[in-house]
């Protein structure tokens, strides 16, 4: 993995690239960029043909955890690796502990498992639990397991601390269990940044895990609205402010929907359509919608990139405001 990185000077971000992503090394991840959100290795309501037919769809898929662990045993017998098994094979694979688009119920965690929910309920992992699940899959990237249960906004400074000597306990004993890994000897392992709201043990967790070899770090527990904007911004960027900046960063946020755009749905369907479709429970109305916020998403964050590189990130700011205000 090789990362290309500009650097814009203070509060104008990291514009670049990472390449030599995958197994072939043929892939590469413009950045800031996001992922493509998966479930099982496929994107929601998409076949992979239909999938085509978007726009700029980043080379790199997230595969939540839960959905994989829940067949482990199927993928621990087929020995090749997901992505292999999911028929994406040229795809970077990310593994992330949990899924961004399903809820999480807070208050399962202890100091020697984390639970995951999936379809059929609650799974509780232990580090070793959590490795034999990564062995199966041989992701390109995982996340480690970690304690990201503060996210609710009340969970105070000794719930904060806590998180934190456990994520990195958890992380200790995953970076353990992969020397002794050959299969997951091409795969890279992300560090979460915990600690709640509480900056000191943001900054911690982040200066501690910086310590440790691992590939990149994921900032968790800022998605959803529990935490005040202001909070959020200043406890974002002290973090950012620890970390090496040779190695990349990956922030949970499955996006918003938005309107207007040059989507196969948007120039085929008129939205009365589309509605019709929703409002008679047609299976359509997933696969355009999907088509339709996909190419939004993957265009939002070319348009960062195009406003880095030209030094128009404010002017950007101004219109996304402007345009949320008006809906
Ligand atoms: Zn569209």
């Known amino acids: 993995m090789v990362m290309e990185l500009k650097l814009l000077g203070a509060g104008r971000g990291r514009l670049g690239s990472l390449a030599g992503l995958g197994r072939s090394g043929a ?25 085509r037919d978007v726009r700029g769809v980043p080379g790199v898929a997230q ?12 993928l621990e017998e087929y020995k090749e690796g997901a992505a292999k098994f999911i028929g994406m094979p040229d795809t970077v694979l990310y593994c992330s502990l949990h899924d961004p688009a399903s809820p999480c119920p807070s208050g399962y965690n202890t100091n020697k498992a984390v639970s995951l929910w999936g379809s059929s309920g609650r799974m509780e992992l232990t580090a070793s639990k959590f490795m034999d699940i990564q062995r199966a899959i041989q992701p ?24 934190v000597d456990r994520s990195l306990s958890f992380l200790d004993e995953c970076l353990q269990l992969q020397e002794k890994s050959p299969e997951l000897r091409g795969s890279v392992m992300f560090g979460a940044i915990e600690g709640g709201d509480i ?10 895990t910086a310590k440790r070899p691992v590939g990149g770090f994921l900032l968790d527990g800022f998605q959803g609205c529990a935490m005040a904007k202001e ?17 990349p960063r990956y922030q949970d946020d499955f996006g918003p929907v938005l309107e207007g755009c040059s989507c196969y749905c948007c120039q085929r369907h008129t939205r009365a359509y589309v509605n019709h479709l929703l409002v008679t429970n047609e299976l359509l109305a997933g696969v355009l919608l999907m088509m339709h916020n996909f190419q939004h998403y993957f265009g939002f964050f070319s348009a960062i990139r195009d406003a880095l590189r030209d ?7 101004k219109l996304v405001f402007r345009q949320a205000q008006q809906m």
């Not at 892939?27 to 992979?48: F, K, N, V």
């Not at 909070?231 to 974002?236: F, N, P, V, Y």
């Open 199 to 208: 900056l000191e043990e943001r900054l911690r967790s982040a200066r501690e």
């Open 231 to 247: 909070t959020k911004l200043k406890l974002i960027s002290s973090v950012t402010a620890e970390l090496p900046e040779d190695k």
């Open 63 to 74: 595969l939540p955890l839960p959905a994989m662990a829940e067949i482990h045993d199927v």
């Open 27 to 51: 892939t590469a991840l413009a950045l800031p960029g996001c992922l493509l959100y998966t479930r099982t290795g496929s994107a929601p309501h998409l076949t992979h043909d239909t999938l």
């Open 140 to 163: 390109d990237w995982f996340q480690c397991i970690s304690d990201g249960d503060t996210v609710s906004g009340e969970a105070g400074r000794k719930r904060a601390k806590k998180s």
């Open 311 to 317: 030094n128009k990130l404010d002017e950007l700011k």
